[in-house]
Protein backbone atom coordinates (compact mmCIF):
# COMPACT_ATOMS: atom_id res chain seq x y z
CA UNK A 1 0.00 0.00 0.00
CA UNK A 2 1.58 3.52 -0.72
CA UNK A 3 -0.45 5.41 1.51
CA UNK A 4 -1.78 4.21 4.96
CA UNK A 5 -3.49 6.13 7.27
CA UNK A 6 -4.10 4.18 10.42
CA UNK A 7 -6.45 4.99 13.34
CA UNK A 8 -5.26 8.35 13.10
CA UNK A 9 -6.04 11.30 15.61
CA UNK A 10 -6.12 14.87 15.70
CA UNK A 11 -6.50 17.15 19.10
CA UNK A 12 -6.12 20.41 19.36
CA UNK A 13 -5.76 22.58 23.07
CA UNK A 14 -8.06 26.07 22.52
CA UNK A 15 -9.37 28.19 24.96
CA UNK A 16 -8.27 25.76 27.65
CA UNK A 17 -10.47 23.06 25.91
CA UNK A 18 -9.26 19.97 24.31
CA UNK A 19 -10.62 20.32 20.36
CA UNK A 20 -10.53 16.85 18.30
CA UNK A 21 -9.51 17.95 14.86
CA UNK A 22 -9.21 13.90 13.22
CA UNK A 23 -10.84 11.24 14.98
CA UNK A 24 -9.47 7.77 14.40
CA UNK A 25 -9.34 7.89 10.86
CA UNK A 26 -7.85 5.21 8.70
CA UNK A 27 -7.74 5.23 4.55
CA UNK A 28 -5.40 3.75 2.31
CA UNK A 29 -4.24 5.33 -1.17
CA UNK A 30 -2.74 3.68 -4.39
CA UNK A 31 -0.07 4.71 -6.44
CA UNK A 32 -1.37 7.66 -9.13
CA UNK A 33 -4.87 7.50 -7.79
CA UNK A 34 -6.62 10.84 -7.50
CA UNK A 35 -8.36 11.07 -4.11
CA UNK A 36 -10.67 13.90 -3.27
CA UNK A 37 -11.43 14.65 0.58
CA UNK A 38 -14.55 16.08 0.66
CA UNK A 39 -17.08 17.89 3.50
CA UNK A 40 -17.81 21.02 5.13
CA UNK A 41 -15.71 23.35 7.14
CA UNK A 42 -14.65 21.89 10.37
CA UNK A 43 -14.59 17.95 9.36
CA UNK A 44 -10.48 18.00 9.44
CA UNK A 45 -10.02 17.24 5.73
CA UNK A 46 -7.33 19.78 5.52
CA UNK A 47 -5.94 18.66 8.83
CA UNK A 48 -5.85 15.32 7.37
CA UNK A 49 -3.34 16.82 4.57
CA UNK A 50 -1.67 18.67 6.47
CA UNK A 51 -0.65 15.68 8.31
CA UNK A 52 -0.10 13.21 5.12
CA UNK A 53 2.07 16.36 3.84
CA UNK A 54 4.30 16.52 6.58
CA UNK A 55 3.12 19.84 7.83
CA UNK A 56 1.68 18.27 10.87
CA UNK A 57 2.01 15.25 13.37
CA UNK A 58 -1.19 13.26 14.72
CA UNK A 59 -1.54 12.98 17.86
CA UNK A 60 -2.35 9.17 18.03
CA UNK A 61 -2.26 6.44 14.83
CA UNK A 62 0.00 6.70 11.86
CA UNK A 63 0.86 7.88 8.44
CA UNK A 64 2.77 6.62 6.45
CA UNK A 65 4.07 6.87 2.88
CA UNK A 66 5.83 4.22 1.04
CA UNK A 67 6.24 2.49 4.15
CA UNK A 68 7.92 5.24 6.07
CA UNK A 69 6.14 7.35 8.83
CA UNK A 70 5.71 11.01 8.17
CA UNK A 71 7.13 13.13 10.63
CA UNK A 72 8.05 16.07 7.98
CA UNK A 73 7.42 17.46 4.77
CA UNK A 74 9.22 15.88 2.06
CA UNK A 75 11.21 17.35 -0.83
CA UNK A 76 9.21 14.82 -3.08
CA UNK A 77 6.35 16.11 -2.61
CA UNK A 78 4.96 19.09 -3.13
CA UNK A 79 1.27 20.87 -1.71
CA UNK A 80 -0.58 23.51 -4.26
CA UNK A 81 -2.32 25.89 -1.85
CA UNK A 82 -5.17 28.45 -2.74
CA UNK A 83 -3.33 31.53 -2.42
CA UNK A 84 -0.57 30.79 -5.21
CA UNK A 85 2.68 31.63 -3.40
CA UNK A 86 4.26 32.91 -5.98
CA UNK A 87 7.04 35.69 -5.82
CA UNK A 88 6.17 38.68 -7.32
CA UNK A 89 9.55 39.95 -8.18
CA UNK A 90 10.00 36.65 -10.23
CA UNK A 91 8.73 36.74 -13.74
CA UNK A 92 7.24 33.26 -14.36
CA UNK A 93 9.86 31.13 -15.82
CA UNK A 94 11.97 31.71 -12.63
CA UNK A 95 8.90 31.34 -10.52
CA UNK A 96 8.66 27.73 -11.75
CA UNK A 97 12.21 27.75 -11.69
CA UNK A 98 11.67 28.20 -8.07
CA UNK A 99 12.05 24.22 -6.79
CA UNK A 100 14.79 23.37 -9.32
CA UNK A 101 16.75 25.76 -8.47
CA UNK A 102 16.42 23.69 -4.63
CA UNK A 103 17.23 20.96 -6.36
CA UNK A 104 20.82 21.89 -8.08
CA UNK A 105 19.20 21.62 -11.89
CA UNK A 106 21.72 23.31 -13.96
CA UNK A 107 20.48 26.51 -15.09
CA UNK A 108 20.32 25.52 -18.72
CA UNK A 109 18.18 22.24 -17.99
CA UNK A 110 16.15 24.69 -15.21
CA UNK A 111 15.25 26.70 -18.25
CA UNK A 112 14.18 23.93 -20.61
CA UNK A 113 11.95 21.82 -17.93
CA UNK A 114 10.12 25.32 -16.94
CA UNK A 115 9.06 25.66 -20.51
CA UNK A 116 7.36 22.10 -20.57
CA UNK A 117 5.45 22.10 -17.90
CA UNK A 118 4.47 25.71 -18.76
CA UNK A 119 3.67 24.89 -22.38
CA UNK A 120 1.74 21.69 -20.29
CA UNK A 121 -0.42 24.13 -18.19
CA UNK A 122 -1.36 26.86 -21.61
CA UNK A 123 1.32 29.51 -20.63
CA UNK A 124 3.61 29.13 -23.36
CA UNK A 125 4.32 32.94 -24.22
CA UNK A 126 4.16 34.12 -20.83
CA UNK A 127 7.96 33.14 -19.30
CA UNK A 128 8.70 36.90 -18.94
CA UNK A 129 5.59 38.09 -17.35
CA UNK A 130 5.60 39.07 -13.53
CA UNK A 131 2.60 37.38 -11.12
CA UNK A 132 1.12 41.34 -11.05
CA UNK A 133 0.14 40.69 -14.97
CA UNK A 134 -1.26 37.44 -14.65
CA UNK A 135 -5.29 37.02 -13.80
CA UNK A 136 -5.80 34.77 -10.83
CA UNK A 137 -6.37 31.96 -13.29
CA UNK A 138 -2.93 32.35 -14.86
CA UNK A 139 -1.11 32.44 -11.56
CA UNK A 140 -2.72 29.25 -9.99
CA UNK A 141 -1.19 27.85 -13.50
CA UNK A 142 1.70 28.70 -12.83
CA UNK A 143 1.92 27.44 -9.25
CA UNK A 144 0.82 23.86 -10.90
CA UNK A 145 3.12 24.43 -13.46
CA UNK A 146 6.35 25.09 -10.61
CA UNK A 147 4.91 21.87 -8.75
CA UNK A 148 4.81 19.59 -11.94
CA UNK A 149 8.86 20.95 -12.87
CA UNK A 150 10.11 19.08 -9.73
CA UNK A 151 8.54 16.17 -11.00
CA UNK A 152 6.94 14.54 -7.13
CA UNK A 153 5.78 11.85 -5.92
CA UNK A 154 2.25 12.95 -4.85
CA UNK A 155 0.50 16.35 -5.11
CA UNK A 156 -1.31 17.95 -2.48
CA UNK A 157 -3.72 20.73 -3.00
CA UNK A 158 -5.77 22.38 -0.77
CA UNK A 159 -8.78 23.96 -2.12
CA UNK A 160 -6.70 25.29 -5.04
CA UNK A 161 -9.16 26.65 -7.26
CA UNK A 162 -11.27 28.27 -4.30
CA UNK A 163 -10.66 31.72 -5.03
CA UNK A 164 -11.51 31.66 -8.79
CA UNK A 165 -14.62 32.26 -10.56
CA UNK A 166 -16.48 29.46 -11.99
CA UNK A 167 -15.43 29.76 -15.55
CA UNK A 168 -12.09 29.78 -14.83
CA UNK A 169 -12.43 27.02 -11.71
CA UNK A 170 -13.85 24.96 -14.30
CA UNK A 171 -11.04 24.93 -16.76
CA UNK A 172 -8.52 24.74 -14.45
CA UNK A 173 -10.64 21.08 -12.96
CA UNK A 174 -10.40 19.76 -16.86
CA UNK A 175 -7.07 20.93 -16.62
CA UNK A 176 -5.80 19.92 -13.62
CA UNK A 177 -7.73 16.18 -14.37
CA UNK A 178 -6.01 15.81 -17.67
CA UNK A 179 -2.15 16.34 -16.59
CA UNK A 180 -3.12 13.78 -13.79
CA UNK A 181 -3.87 10.81 -16.53
CA UNK A 182 -0.92 12.32 -18.28
CA UNK A 183 1.69 12.67 -15.37
CA UNK A 184 0.11 9.47 -13.69
CA UNK A 185 0.69 11.34 -9.98
CA UNK A 186 -1.10 10.62 -6.71
CA UNK A 187 -3.52 13.50 -6.21
CA UNK A 188 -4.95 14.61 -2.84
CA UNK A 189 -7.22 17.23 -2.98
CA UNK A 190 -9.19 19.20 -0.61
CA UNK A 191 -12.82 20.77 -1.47
CA UNK A 192 -16.54 21.06 0.07
CA UNK A 193 -17.65 21.50 -3.44
CA UNK A 194 -19.66 17.85 -4.29
CA UNK A 195 -19.54 18.18 -8.20
CA UNK A 196 -15.80 19.11 -7.70
CA UNK A 197 -15.09 16.19 -6.42
CA UNK A 198 -17.39 13.87 -8.26
CA UNK A 199 -15.12 15.56 -11.63
CA UNK A 200 -11.78 15.20 -10.22
CA UNK A 201 -11.65 11.82 -8.36
CA UNK A 202 -11.19 8.28 -8.80
CA UNK A 203 -12.23 8.13 -5.02
CA UNK A 204 -13.86 10.30 -3.02
CA UNK A 205 -12.99 10.16 1.03
CA UNK A 206 -16.70 11.41 2.28
CA UNK A 207 -15.79 13.77 5.55
CA UNK A 208 -17.99 14.74 8.50
CA UNK A 209 -17.33 16.89 11.24
CA UNK A 210 -17.12 17.40 15.28
CA UNK A 211 -15.45 15.48 15.67
CA UNK A 212 -13.65 15.15 12.08
CA UNK A 213 -13.64 11.76 10.74
CA UNK A 214 -14.43 9.69 7.63
CA UNK A 215 -18.21 9.23 6.96
CA UNK A 216 -17.88 6.78 3.28
CA UNK A 217 -14.98 6.10 0.88
CA UNK A 218 -17.18 6.39 -2.98
CA UNK A 219 -15.48 5.02 -6.26
CA UNK A 220 -16.88 7.00 -8.90
CA UNK A 221 -17.29 4.80 -11.58
CA UNK A 222 -17.12 7.78 -14.60
CA UNK A 223 -13.88 6.82 -16.34
CA UNK A 224 -11.05 9.54 -17.27
CA UNK A 225 -13.44 11.45 -19.64
CA UNK A 226 -15.80 13.60 -17.63
CA UNK A 227 -19.28 15.23 -19.00
CA UNK A 228 -20.60 17.70 -16.12
CA UNK A 229 -23.94 17.07 -18.15
CA UNK A 230 -24.28 13.37 -18.22
CA UNK A 231 -26.79 11.14 -16.77
CA UNK A 232 -24.32 9.42 -15.02
CA UNK A 233 -22.45 12.42 -13.67
CA UNK A 234 -25.60 13.63 -12.21
CA UNK A 235 -26.49 10.52 -10.82
CA UNK A 236 -23.37 10.52 -8.96
CA UNK A 237 -23.11 13.86 -7.62
CA UNK A 238 -26.75 13.19 -6.21
CA UNK A 239 -25.72 9.94 -4.70
CA UNK A 240 -22.46 11.49 -2.79
CA UNK A 241 -25.32 14.69 -1.86
CA UNK A 242 -27.40 12.22 0.29
CA UNK A 243 -24.64 10.85 1.74
CA UNK A 244 -24.62 13.97 3.76
CA UNK A 245 -27.74 14.24 4.43
CA UNK A 246 -27.88 10.69 6.31
CA UNK A 247 -28.28 10.77 9.52
CA UNK A 248 -25.62 8.10 11.06
CA UNK A 249 -22.25 9.21 12.56
CA UNK A 250 -20.60 5.54 11.65
CA UNK A 251 -19.09 4.34 8.82
CA UNK A 252 -21.28 3.64 5.98
CA UNK A 253 -20.44 1.43 2.81
CA UNK A 254 -21.48 2.72 0.08
CA UNK A 255 -21.01 1.51 -3.81
CA UNK A 256 -22.90 3.38 -6.08
Known amino acids: MYIEIKDACKN ?10 LDHVSLNIEKGEFICLLGPSGCGKSTLLNALAGFERVSGGSVKI ?16 QNYGLLP ?29 LELVGLSGYE ?23 DPDIIFMDEPFG ?37 LADRIVVMM ?12 PLGDHRDRTSENFLYVRDKIFDLFNMKSNEYIEYII
Open 89 to 117: WRNVLRNVELGLESKKVPKEKRAEIAKKY
Open 66 to 81: DGKEVTAPSINNITIF
Open 209 to 220: ADPGRIKSVVKV
Open 163 to 199: ALDAITRMKLQEDILRISREEKKTIIFVTHDIEEAVF
Open 128 to 150: KRYPKQLSGGQQQRVAIARGLAV
Open 12 to 21: YVQDGKEFTA
